[in-house]
């Protein structure tokens, strides 16, 4: 599994700022329905229900917000830069300024977890965080989350 086949280049956006864990799922299904056809309110709902779970902000800047929807046949990407990070209940207690959601079909199991595996793996590789951190091109934060070395080797 490639990132490059979960992530799309229009699913992937710089944002200035957003203030709120709400905000961000809305941008997030906004950005899910006009990429993947996805229903947005309901990947926004998704995103909110799976959250309640637990916090997805894993630490260093970087959440990994997900959910499983009905009507997918694979699992597939977003991708949020905001330039000013937000509290967002992460494990570090740090701002997040970096956020990699995934929508699963409801029945994934193993490819679910082998793409937030990925996800997960390619962003606790601080040179690319800092990479993306400072590039504020969509074409460019997608050309080096798809072409990090890490996600080659998964």
Do not use: W
Not at 67 to 84: N, P, S, T, Y
């Amino acid at each position: 599994m490639e990132l490059s086949s979960i992530l799309q280049p229009s699913a992937v956006k710089v944002l200035a700022s957003l203030t709120s864990k709400k905000r961000l799922f809305q941008e997030l299904g906004e950005i899910a329905a006009a990429t993947y056809g996805l229903d947005g309110s309901a990947a926004f709902a998704a995103l909110q229900e799976r959250e309640i779970l637990g916090p997805t902000g894993v630490g260093h800047g970087v959440a990994l917000p997900h959910a499983r929807m009905h009507g997918l046949d694979q699992v597939v990407g977003c991708f949020i830069r905001v330039e000013k990070p937000f509290d967002f209940d992460a494990v570090d207690k740090q701002p997040v300024d970096l956020f990699f959601a995934l929508f699963a079909p409801e029945d994934s199991g193993v490819e679910h977890l082998k793409a937030l595996a990925l996800v997960s793996r390619t962003l606790r590789d601080q040179t690319i965080c800092t990479k993306l951190r400072s590039n504020g091109d969509a074409v460019t934060l997608h050309a080096l989350l798809t072409d990090s070395l890490s996600n080659k080797a998964a």
